[in-house]
């Protein structure tokens, strides 16, 4: 089984400051986890996803994220928010590949001017 | 990336009537989809794994005659809401195994029963 926890259901940074979503996991099996971002009445997009490779993830839009096994934490981060970035985010895990993504509850970034 | 194609985005509909949602592949097979749904202010939760040419699997607290799933080709999954109500309304939001590198989403489906 996995789960995920979702540190902070709310956000607020200021223009141009870090962003730092908090997301730590359980797995029983080796994790496959994501980060997806939900913009207001849309479906989810992709931000970047670690699959076992570098613990280091790369993803859209200037985020990134590490896969810390020892902590079991999976946090995102961009150096510089934008206006743009206010919107849902949603860490997630998979213990089968890509399948049963169980989602954590969501972390809604808003990002002052 | 991959392209899942869900329509209706939104839909309206009065209670006591069913809604069809359609969840399409349209440039990979998926043997395999999934149907989530999103309260308001909450995460999404799994509802259902569709596989193709067989009975979905359902999780546990979802009615399989209420979310009538039907996966009948490897392109195309169709979730209807039979006798519809007020508390059926939702967000309802399927994804599709690619068998490569991730489940891709389709943009959701605005449910509200009035």
């Known amino acids: 089984a996995q789960s995920v926890t979702q540190l902070g259901s709310h956000v607020s940074v200021s223009e141009g400051a870090l962003v730092l979503l908090r997301c730590n996991y359980s797995?029983?099996?080796?994790?496959?986890l994501f980060w997806y971002v939900q913009y207001p009445n849309q479906g989810l997009q992709l931000l970047l996803k670690?699959?076992?490779?570098?613990?280091l993830v790369k993803g859209i839009n200037g985020f990134e994220a590490e896969f810390k096994k020892s902590e079991t934490s999976f946090h995102l981060t961009k150096p510089s928010a934008h206006m743009s970035d206010a919107a849902e985010y949603f860490c997630a895990v998979s213990a089968q590949g890509y399948q049963k993504v169980t989602f954590g509850i969501g972390t809604k970034l808003q990002v002052i001017p | 990336g991959a392209v899942v194609s869900q329509h209706p985005s939104r839909v309206i509909c009065k209670s006591g009537t069913s809604v069809k949602i359609e969840c399409r592949s349209l440039d990979f097979q998926a043997t395999t989809m999934f149907w989530y749904r999103q309260f308001p202010k909450q995460s999404l939760m799994l509802m259902a794994t569709?596989?193709?040419?067989?009975?979905?699997?359902?999780e546990q607290g979802v009615e399989k005659d209420k979310f009538l799933i039907n996966h009948a080709s490897l392109t195309l999954s169709t979730l209807t809401v039979t006798s519809a109500h007020p508390e059926d309304s939702s967000f309802y939001i399927c994804?599709?195994?690619?068998?490569?590198?991730?489940?891709?989403f389709g943009q959701g489906t605005r449910l509200t029963v009035v």
């Open positions: 670690y699959t076992s490779a570098a613990t």
């Open positions: 797995s029983s099996v080796p994790p496959y």
């Open positions: 569709s596989n193709e040419g067989s009975k979905a699997t359902y």
């Open positions: 994804s599709a195994d690619s068998g490569g590198t991730e489940a891709f």
